[in-house]
């Protein structure tokens, strides 16, 4: 398996402007989320899906953060407008869950800088 | 608000001694935990975890120790070598609260010297 596919892996785009990041979870996998890395934060759940429904979307930080999962295999996290403070590295993360914790695998993540 | 705590921002070993990292956490409802090694732009991986039934969890160099009635844990890594430096994140859960989501700690970065 390809693992947890993320892109694009740089976006470098100007405030005010649209910002649609992708995943692919990894096949077969039921539950998705949505992490964002910062230097002061760490890494912070945005939002977590089961079976493409949004269970907890507590972390996401403000309307202006969106995220959507229209099917199995496919997830956005949309940023609109942008902000140079939403400068992160934005990682998907899927995982199996089935009535017991497991891990979660992560993709190689989206390094977004809004100038 | 921080519900899993990881104290030492970097720590610095010698290559075959032993790396010990720690972790603390606040919600008594995780019980399960996990810790996860992540590499310079890279996604974090899986390294080991452990549940809360359990106070040791041994992987060949790698392992996981909790102390539930202090809320800690630790990972040791014996013997240390050049290729685990890396920053090292602590995560927890809680199967009755928001699924399974981890939630991760800052981070502990590592480094093995020669």
């Known amino acids: 398996d390809a693992g947890v596919i993320q892109s694009p892996r740089h976006e470098v785009t100007e405030m005010g402007q649209e910002v649609t990041l992708r995943c692919k979870p990894i096949s077969g996998h039921n539950s998705l989320f949505w992490y964002r890395q910062t230097m002061m934060r760490g890494l912070e759940l945005l939002i977590y899906?089961?079976?493409?429904?949004?269970?907890?979307d507590s972390g996401m930080p403000e309307d202006r953060f969106s995220a959507k999962m229209p099917n199995a295999s496919f997830s956005t996290l949309k940023i609109q407008p942008s902000e140079p403070r939403d400068s992160a590295v934005y990682f998907c993360?899927?995982?199996?869950?089935?009535?017991?914790?497991?891990?979660?695998?992560f993709g190689q993540g989206t390094r977004l800088t809004v100038v | 608000d921080q519900q899993v705590k990881q104290n030492s921002p970097s720590l610095s070993v010698q290559e075959g001694r032993i790396s010990i990292l720690n972790c603390d956490y606040t919600?008594?409802?995780?019980?399960?935990f996990l810790w996860y090694k992540k590499y310079p732009a890279e996604g974090p991986t899986f390294l080991i975890s452990?549940?809360?039934?359990?106070d040791k969890n041994e992987d060949g160099r790698f392992t996981v120790f909790l102390n539930k009635s202090a809320k800690h844990l630790s990972l040791h890594i014996v013997p240390s070598q050049p290729g685990d430096s890396a920053v090292y994140f602590c995560a927890a859960s809680a199967s009755r609260n928001s699924g399974y989501a981890l939630n991760f700690g800052k981070g502990t970065s590592l480094l093995v010297t020669p």
């Open positions: 452990i549940s809360s039934i359990k």
């Open positions: 919600n008594s409802m995780f019980d399960y």
């Open positions: 899906f089961n079976n493409n429904v949004p269970i907890d």
């Open positions: 993360a899927s995982s199996l869950q089935l009535g017991r914790n497991t891990e979660a695998f």
